[in-house]
């Protein structure tokens, strides 16, 4: 993939004051779900992999739902591929595309058991071979089950805050993984996805964002938010 990223913004957010106030902030505020499975299941790399695979365009509080009925029944791959696509269909319903998922969330057990003994391999590359695994699910699992901190997860509401203040000028979420790299000190890449998915649920929302009172409001330029 080619890194894009569209003209340099006219003012941007200073990252290193900004990520400080955010792991300030966001202490108590509802973590997102895969986060909290990461801290239940002790990091398990299978869990985190199929908990971000059902979270995408899921609503937090669905995917933790879905994901907790889902793990009591089969929460390992030897479990996950004995159990019939319906039945899965069933426990994760209501999630999004919950069908597709289904079968992905099986045919990956399947070949995580047939091509690397039932372990989650601990590679970018290995990991987006999997049915139904993009760059955020692995970059997500290598940030929160192998401690990498080589990688930058990136989902609709880092892309949103990246924009807004100021950090890339992109158009997708892919462009702006690239762009950040770039643009944001490397000892930020692993929490960047924890601050601003937590900032951008709770605060900083893709509509009316709460920007009276927000923690970093005299940091932000606010770029492109109309009101």
Request: proline share 6%; with cysteine; net charge positive.
């Amino acid at each position: 993939m080619s890194p894009v990223s569209r003209r340099a913004p006219s003012a941007s957010a200073d990252v290193n004051a900004v990520m400080r106030r955010l792991a300030r902030a966001i202490e108590g505020l509802e973590l997102p779900a895969v986060e909290k499975i990461s801290e239940a299941q002790e990091e398990s790399p299978f869990q985190v992999l199929i908990a971000t695979l059902l979270s995408a365009r899921t609503q937090d509080a669905t995917t933790l739902a879905a994901s907790t009925r889902l793990f009591a029944v089969a929460a390992t791959p030897e479990a996950m591929v004995k159990l019939p696509i319906r039945t899965i269909e069933r426990l994760i319903y209501p999630v999004s595309f919950y069908r597709n998922k289904a079968r992905h969330v099986k045919a990956t057990a399947r070949m995580l058991l047939d091509e690397y003994g039932g372990a989650v391999p601990a590679t970018m590359e290995a990991l987006t071979k999997l049915p139904g695994v993009g760059r955020k699910t692995a970059n997500l699992v290598m940030i929160l089950s192998f401690k990498s901190q080589q990688n930058i997860c990136v989902d609709i509401h880092v892309h949103r805050i990246s924009n807004r203040l100021g950090w890339v000028r992109t158009d997708t979420p892919e462009e702006t993984e690239q762009a950040l790299y770039r643009a944001i000190p490397q000892k930020w890449w692993a929490l960047i996805n924890l601050y601003l998915v937590t900032w951008g649920q709770n605060v900083c929302r893709p509509l009316r964002p709460r920007c009276d009172g927000c923690a970093i409001a005299d940091l932000c330029p606010r770029i492109e938010v109309a009101r």
